[in-house]
């Protein structure tokens, strides 16, 4: 040895090395003893608080383990502990792991065996895949840390301290004893044992005792997969079942997942099951993501009539059969209108209908599909064709009052179109007050506007083009002249111009009855041109016309006109009446059209094209 005179440092004469600082001789002082002694309570401290840290994490659960901590330094300013070694944690979406899935709902592997070890149990779960791919799972013999290790029996702080790495102040948990318990349990295990397929969850890092358990099983089995967590999963707060269910949503879909629907020919009117595919076989979800699908249906004959909505996995038969029923829901619509669902994929066997979208209810129980295949009708009985005729009193107390009625005929007329199809033809007479003053709507006097019976697009176009006029008196008006009018419409479309059994309709439209032929009792005006409305009336209903009312209520005064006003609409209206306000333009053509029908039960399924 050589000294080095200023430095107080000597270096070996055969090397470089140094020893710095001064020399000591002898025994250990009392002051190196202690020192060292308080670094190893600080060591074995910060250990502790590390492991509590980690096990409970809040403050609060830190608070309660605090009696159970090794005692650490008296100065305060000791720095902080660092924190646990973090393992590697494996990748939640590992190709293997997707090759593993993929085999799976193939059909390639009968199972898959999870295991994860986690602060209160140990976990092993099995799933499998039925014919149509959709995996299950249940629990496979997961245990309590107790039943192991009756060291962590009792309240879960403590354990879960002691799982994290933690020693504390009590006695110390042998690792020797839990190497030998836990691997004992492995070998032991029936599932685990039988695994031809092994996949270990490792969703946390740090956790000394669980990282030595998941070591000792890949000891003593070889996993064919790890999956650590998922993108912004909080490992501690997501079960084990909730994670596997979460990465068998990740499989691929086996068979087509397709909503069950009616279609009927349009031709013969035969009524066939049909599946619309929503989300077709191959299809893959990323973990945590969903996909959604839009499909456009259509109710049926009945108005808001409830129907049903399958969806299957896989495609059925011809009875129905072969095919897997995941949920079915119920929802109301809209007779003849179409109406845009929305389904949601969660994974394999796992579909929604969109909420607000379909507005159905709960899932309840899932039905029969061999057996309402089999109830469906056999056909569906198209209604005869409908000539329909309005009469529409255009003179009024003020511009809304006519736009009203005008407004009514327009959704009538609508709500026929949509129901009946080419099948409708739609004639409409416009009636004024016959004092030429009140209306200035064209070059001369204009008593009537008139639409010869057609399609149903031409009737509405014209509505759009009549303009109301002023009334100034209200006792009767010109409909004895519009029924007069609605008799030679009628007449000019014979018989060979239409369907043999043509159903013909008129809906009156106004507040006014007629006026009479010849002046009565002074106070309802005779009709200037001499028609009588109950001479076009029988006219009318001996044409088989079938004629309705849809009147203003009359709020006049009590007498001769409030008596002629009530027998007029009776006699008017003795084929159907109706009133504003209570009575809507869809009520009405429920009335006015011939019904459609099912030959068979009514259909309980939607329709996946329209009827017209």
Known sequence: MCATPDTGAQECAGCSWRMWDDPVLGALTDEDTEAARTALRTAQHAWDLRAATLSQGDAEGLRRLTPLLRAGPADPGEPAPPPLPGGSLPPHDSARWQQILTDLVGGRIPDVVFAEFTPDRLHVIRAAADRSGIPSQADAGSTDWASLLPALDGDAGPRRFRLAGGVGSEEALDRAE????????????????????????????????????????????????????????????????????????????????????????????????????????????????????????????????????????????????????????????????????????????????????????????????????????????????????????????DPAETAERLGFARDVIATLARRHGPGLRVGVVG?????????????????????????????????????????????????????????????????TARAPDTRRVLLVVGRRPPGLPEQQHEVVPACPLGADWRAELDGLRARGVRVLTRADPDTGPKGPVHRYTASAWDALGAGGSFRPGSDTADDVADALAPPWQWDGLPCPLALATPLL
């Open 178 to 397: 839990f190497d030998a318990a836990v691997t004992r349990w492995l070998r032991t295990h029936p599932a685990l044992a039988r695994a031809g397929t092994l996949v270990v969850l490792g969703r946390r890092s740090g956790w000394v005792l669980l990282d030595r358990a998941a070591a000792l099983l890949r000891s003593v089995y070889r996993p064919s997969a790890e999956i650590g967590p998922g993108p912004g999963e909080a490992a501690s707060g997501t079960d084990t079942a909730d994670a596997v269910r979460a990465a068998l949503r990740t499989a691929p879909l086996a068979v087509d997942h397709s909503l069950l629907l009616a279609r009927v020919d349009r031709r013969t009117g035969e009524v066939h099951a049909h599946t619309q595919v929503l989300f077709p076989a191959g299809s893959r979800l990323r973990r945590g993501e969903t996909a959604t699908a839009e499909i456009t249906v259509y109710g049926g004959l009945a108005a808001r009539a409830p129907v049903l909505l399958p969806v299957l996995a896989g495609t059925p038969g011809a009875d129905g059969s072969g095919a897997v029923t995941l949920s079915a829901r119920r929802t109301a619509l809209a007779a003849f209108a179409p109406a845009r669902l929305a389904f949601v994929l969660h994974g394999p066997g796992e579909v929604t209908a969109h909420e607000g979208a379909a507005h159905a209810d709960g899932r309840g129980e899932l039905p029969d599909i061999p057996a309402l295949v089999g109830s469906l009708p056999r056909r569906v009985i198209h209604p005869p064709a409908l000539d329909m005729f309005l009469t529409i009193e255009m003179s009024g107390a």
């Open 431 to 495: 009636h004024y007050d016959h004092a030429v003053h009140e209306n200035r709507y064209g070059p001369r006097p204009v008593l009537l506007l008139r639409v010869p019976a057609g399609p149903a697009r031409a009737a509405l176009a014209a509505l759009t083009g009549w303009r109301p006029a002023r009334r100034e008196q209200d006792t009767a008006s010109s409909l004895e002249d519009a029924l007069r009018e609605v008799g030679r419409l009628v007449r000019a479309r014979p018989r």
